[in-house]
């Protein structure tokens, strides 16, 4: 079963930095995507509030997600613009329901229901996955 896994990064731009930033994530989503495992990547701009923005990237799985990041060019070009996200909230998602053509899907969660109580080094990995709501 494949475990969708989306970055969601927010930032915010100003008018005099559209053009470079948007260069610099059309850049980023071209190393990213032809990562094996990146499925796709877009840039959104808030509609209501013009100088805000939101990248979204969706990998196969968490593990798809961190080789994505691995090579020498990503870490140099994509990962330094990751950190300038804005850090109000977290950045990475696990798919837990899915639409397609009128009808959704869900899936099981690869987080153990006691993720948010065990710290690490405590725990081996998941041992009874928390249900998808």
Known sequence: MRHVMLLVCRFAVSEAEVAEF???VAGALELLTAQPGCAR????RSM???ERWVLSVEFDSVVAYRKALGPFEVR????????????DEPADYEVLVH???GASGRQVSVLAADAGTVRIGEASGPASPRSAG
């Open 48 to 50: 209501e509030q013009p």
């Open 99 to 101: 639409a397609e053509g």
């Open 76 to 87: 140099e070009r994509v990962v330094p613009l990751l950190a300038e996200a804005l850090l």
């Open 41 to 44: 990547g877009v840039l959104g």
């Open 22 to 24: 948007t260069e610099r």
